[in-house]
């Protein structure tokens, strides 16, 4: 059970704090309790989740030392790209949704390679490519950013700085 004051990646919105933990009636008239999350970069919107829900993925963010370890491994981090849009889509969809930061950074580092061909050939990537790999790029730099006690604009920088060549 996280705490109050803890930070955690939550589903797809990314990192949140937790405001609060509270009791109150749930659908079937039970007590149950919530956490509050307010993401990191989002004062404007407040969560509320059943403490016990198992269909919600949370975790706790990681530390600096992962981080190091996952831009160490950067340069390796690829998937071969998926030419089926559906099947691509599902797949990332899925990556995306398992709070994996290392899947994250494939998923990143995969299209945007596949944006740099596509340039080059005067193609742009679809709509749903883009729109998946922005909220991937926002969780992990929110997330690295937090931890690394950086804001999120100086997350590439960083990572850039340090990734082996």
């Known amino acids: 059970m996280f705490k109050i004051n803890d930070y955690v990646v939550y589903n797809t ?18 007590d ?40 160490a491994a950067m340069p390796n981090n690829e998937s071969p790209w998926i030419s089926d849009d559906r099947e691509r ?34 193609k742009k990537l679809s709509k749903a490519d883009e729109e998946i790999m922005k909220i991937a790029e926002k969780n992990l730099n929110e997330e690295f950013a937090l931890a690394l006690n950086i804001s999120p604009d100086e997350v590439v920088p960083y990572i850039l700085e340090r990734i082996p060549m």
Do not use: H
Request: one cysteine or more.
């Open 89 to 122: 889509n599902e797949t990332f969809k899925a990556a995306l949704k398992s709070l994996d930061s290392e899947k994250w950074i494939k998923l990143i580092r995969t299209i945007y390679i596949a944006k740099q061909k596509k340039t080059e050939l005067g």
């Open 32 to 71: 149950m309790d919530y956490y509050v999350l307010e993401p990191a970069y989002d004062k404007n919107l407040t969560i509320k989740t059943p403490v016990n829900n198992p269909k919600v993925l949370m975790r706790n963010i990681i530390t600096k030392d992962e981080i190091l370890e996952l831009i």
């Open 13 to 30: 919105t990314g990192v949140c704090k937790i405001i609060d933990i509270r009791k109150e009636k749930g659908i079937s008239n039970n």
